[in-house]
């Protein structure tokens, strides 16, 4: 199964979407659109369109899988080289045959296990992050339809949608800084003092050219858009990326006794105010 | 939780003395993968969010001392409780971290800080 028939399949069927059903907090209607679907134990496939095409399937009243036009597909762990995304990823037609290492649910002995398992998780949250914005509308659902063979993991519809709802949160902290399409450019002065960046880091700033945004490089390099855009933010913390056009990051000091200084943007990234702070809009 | 099948992994961590959650985290996202837990066990949500906060602060320390250094572990000592977070595995870009709170009272630091380390290490074989 090649990527670009999936993706056109996707479009297809958000294509039916119904009209006129756009109102602000959609998301809001989408998760109770959800609930109502896991609470009746359906299967089928929920298409859904917005800012990107999707589709969210289920199987038994559980999410099983979704994708969004705008999110990389699931691929299999990358490893060595792959891993900085320093060699091109495998050829996308082979991973959706071959990957099934989402598919079982049987007790994970190591960690190279969780990490495979967390390869579909982490693509499924983060379709479903992108298809539950507020500008997404859903069309009727079609029962029985089929996810993409060996791509599946059954998750709870609320466990979903409490980590969408985090994921949000946190997006709206970012957003002061830095949001998934805001175009960023390596920083050009990188005579500065010396940095430590991770190898997940380096294959970022390897790949940022004059005008690249996060949700780009997550594809270009098949990782999450949502994990993506908080490691740009951190780039931007660390003075190694800017966003152009913009004053300096975060860091930026004040000058003393310049009553016109810009004030600073909160810190950029911070899971526990997303927890215990701000409340979202998903229902 | 988001890997219930991934909580068997974390079942050796209830054999601490004083346990009250256990937590396996994605540190890029702070994503709560699976828990187990007592009673009196705090908010998994909450502390997995501080845990990953905190080793994302101690890399951004690192990043900008540069010293080549990785972050093994963290403890923290609260009046009631100990908060343990250590990286699985040993990629110097740690992926999933472990989080174990404990009762201060009940939880010889040392042994707790070893079972931990053992445990990691039975992770990664």
Not at chain 1, 71 to 84: C, D, S
Not at chain 1, 212 to 224: D, I
Not at chain 2, 60 to 81: F, P, Q, Y
Request: aromatic fraction near 4%; charged fraction near 20%; include cysteine.
């Amino acid at each position: 199964m090649s990527q670009a028939p999936r993706r056109t399949r996707v479009r297809q069927l958000a294509d039916s979407v119904w009209p006129g059903r756009t109102v602000n907090g959609y998301a809001n209607l989408i998760a109770a659109r959800l609930r109502k679907l896991a609470d009746e134990k359906s299967t089928g496939v929920l298409p859904v369109s917005g800012p990107g095409d999707g589709a969210i399937f289920f199987r038994g009243g559980q999410v099983i899988y979704a994708e969004s036009s705008r999110t990389p597909l699931p691929a299999p762990r990358a490893v060595g080289l792959a891993a900085l995304g320093l060699v091109p990823s495998e050829d996308p037609q082979s991973l959706g045959q071959e990957y099934t290492g989402g598919a079982e649910l049987v007790p994970a002995r190591s960690v190279g296990r969780i990490t495979g398992a967390l390869v579909l998780t982490e693509s499924v949250i983060d379709a479903l992050t992108e298809l539950l914005s507020s500008d997404s509308r859903y069309a009727k659902f079609r029962h029985a339809d089929d996810p993409p063979a060996g791509q599946v993991r059954p998750m709870p519809v609320d466990v979903l949608l409490t980590e969408v709802q985090r994921r949000h949160a946190v997006l709206r902290q970012l957003a002061a800084v830095v949001t998934p399409d805001t175009a960023v450019a390596r920083e050009p002065s990188l005579d500065g003092p010396a940095a430590q960046v991770s190898p997940a880091q380096w294959a970022l700033l390897a790949r940022t050219g004059d005008s690249t945004t996060p949700r780009g490089l997550a594809l270009q390099l098949g990782r999450s858009v949502f994990g993506t855009t908080i490691e740009v933010c951190r780039l931007v913390e660390l003075g190694l990326l800017a966003v152009p056009g913009r004053l300096a990051g975060p860091e930026r000091p004040a000058e003393p006794g310049d009553g016109s200084a810009v004030p600073r943007p909160p810190a950029a990234v911070s899971f526990i105010r997303a927890v215990a702070g701000e409340r979202g809009s998903d229902g | 939780m988001i890997l219930p099948e991934a909580g068997e992994l974390l079942t050796p961590a209830m054999e601490i003395d004083g346990f009250r959650l256990g937590c396996l985290i994605d540190a890029s996202t702070g994503m709560v993968l699976a828990s187990v837990q007592n009673q009196d066990a705090p908010a998994p949500a909450t502390a997995a969010a501080g845990a990953a906060d905190l080793v994302n602060v101690l890399t951004l320390l690192n990043g900008k001392l540069a010293t080549g250094e990785i972050l093994e572990d963290v403890m923290i000592t609260l009046s009631d409780s100990f908060f343990m977070v250590r990286p699985v595995g040993h990629d110097p870009d740690p992926r999933i971290l472990l989080l174990v709170v404990a009762d201060r009272h009940r939880t010889n630091l040392a042994m707790a800080h070893r079972s931990l380390r053992d445990l990691c290490a039975s992770f990664s074989s």
